[in-house]
C-alpha cells in the first residue's frame, strides 16, 4: 500500500488524553503489522504542552509535525490532506487518536475497495457490526447497546435509514451512512470537502452535506478496527463534547473553522 498514509492527529493538555495517547499508541505498536506501515505514519500535534508528550512522541514515531499554536482539528485535517498529497499519497487513514485499535491489516480491504471504486467516497473503520446493528443505532436504544460506538444509521440529506449491502471485498459493505472525518479516505475527494468548507465557520453536519454532494454513497468496514471504549469513560478531556473556551484549552471538533494551509507554522 505504497500509496497509503497514516496521520494521527493530538493536543495533549492534560493526564486524560496523555493517558489515552499511550494506550492508543500501545495499541498501534503491538500490532504485527505495524512494522509494514510505521514509515507512512505522521502525527500533526497541535501544541500539545501536557509534560512528557513531545518526548513521548519523538521517542514512538519517526515523523511528527509540531503546530505552533493549537490551530483545532478541522486546520489540522485541511493541513495534512495537502501535505499528504504533496508527499504523492492518494489515499488516507484518518486515526481516531482517542480510539484504540485491532486487526489494523484489515485496512487493506478499505484500500482495495476504493482502489477499485471511484464513486465510493470513503470507507468508515470504526468498530461496528452489520449482524447486530440494532446494538449500534443511537435513536433506537437497546438494554444491551453497544452505546461507546453507536452511530446515528440515517441519512439526513437523502432521508433515508441505514442500507448496507455486501461488496465483493472481505469484510466491506457499501452503505448509504454519511462520511466520517476519522476513516480511510481518497486524498483528492477529502480535500475537495475542506476547500469548500475553507472561509466558513461549519459544523461536522455541514462536513457531512458537503461529502455527500460529491459522493452519496460509502462503505464500511464490518467489525471496524478500532473503538472508543476508552475515551467514553473520560469524555470530559475529548474535545468534541466540549464548550468554546473550556478551562483545559482544547478546541471543539463539533464546530470548526480552517485556516489555511500557508499560514499553518510547523515544526
Known amino acids: ?88 499519497y492518494k489515499f488516507i487513514y484518518l486515526i481516531e487518536s482517542d480510539c484504540v485499535h485491532y486487526d489494523i491489516a484489515r485496512v487493506r480491504y478499505a484500500h482495495e475497495y476504493l482502489s477499485q471504486n471511484p464513486d465510493i467516497g470513503m470507507v468508515r473503520m470504526a468498530k461496528f457490526s452489520v449482524d447486530d446493528r440494532h446494538l449500534y443505532d443511537k435513536r433506537n436504544p437497546q438494554p444491551n447497546s453497544n452505546t461507546d460506538d453507536w452511530c446515528v444509521q440515517y441519512n439526513m440529506f437523502s432521508q433515508k435509514n441505514g442500507e448496507f449491502e455486501k461488496t465483493n471485498v472481505k469484510d466491506i459493505f457499501k452503505t448509504n451512512m454519511v462520511a466520517k472525518v476519522g476513516g480511510f479516505h481518497r486524498i483528492s475527494h477529502l480535500s475537495t470537502v475542506m ?60 464546530t470548526g473553522n480552517i485556516t489555511p494551509y500557508e499560514e499553518v507554522e510547523t515544526r
Open 195 to 254: 476547500k469548500s468548507l475553507a472561509g466558513k465557520r461549519f459544523s461536522e453536519i455541514d462536513f457531512q452535506r458537503e461529502f455527500f454532494n460529491i459522493c452519496p454513497e460509502n462503505a464500511l468496514l464490518d467489525g471496524g478496527l478500532c473503538d472508543s471504549s476508552l475515551s467514553a469513560k473520560m469524555r470530559e478531556c475529548a474535545g468534541s463534547y466540549l464548550e468554546e473556551n473550556n478551562p483545559l484549552g482544547y478546541i471543539p471538533t463539533r
Open 1 to 88: 500500500m505504497e500509496d497509503v498514509c497514516f496521520w494521527m492527529v493530538t493536543c495533549n493538555k492534560e493526564p486524560g488524553r496523555f493517558s489515552l495517547l499511550r494506550s492508543v499508541t500501545e495499541t498501534l505498536k503491538s500490532d504485527p503489522d505495524w512494522p509494514n506501515w510505521e514509515d507512512d505514519f505522521f502525527v500533526f500535534d497541535n501544541a500539545s504542552d501536557f509534560e512528557g508528550s513531545r518526548s513521548f512522541l519523538e521517542e514512538n514515531y519517526k515523523q511528527t509535525f509540531w503546530s505552533q499554536k493549537n490551530y483545532g482539528y478541522w486546520s489540522a485535517v485541511n493541513w495534512l490532506c495537502k501535505k499528504s498529497d504533496e508527499m504523492g
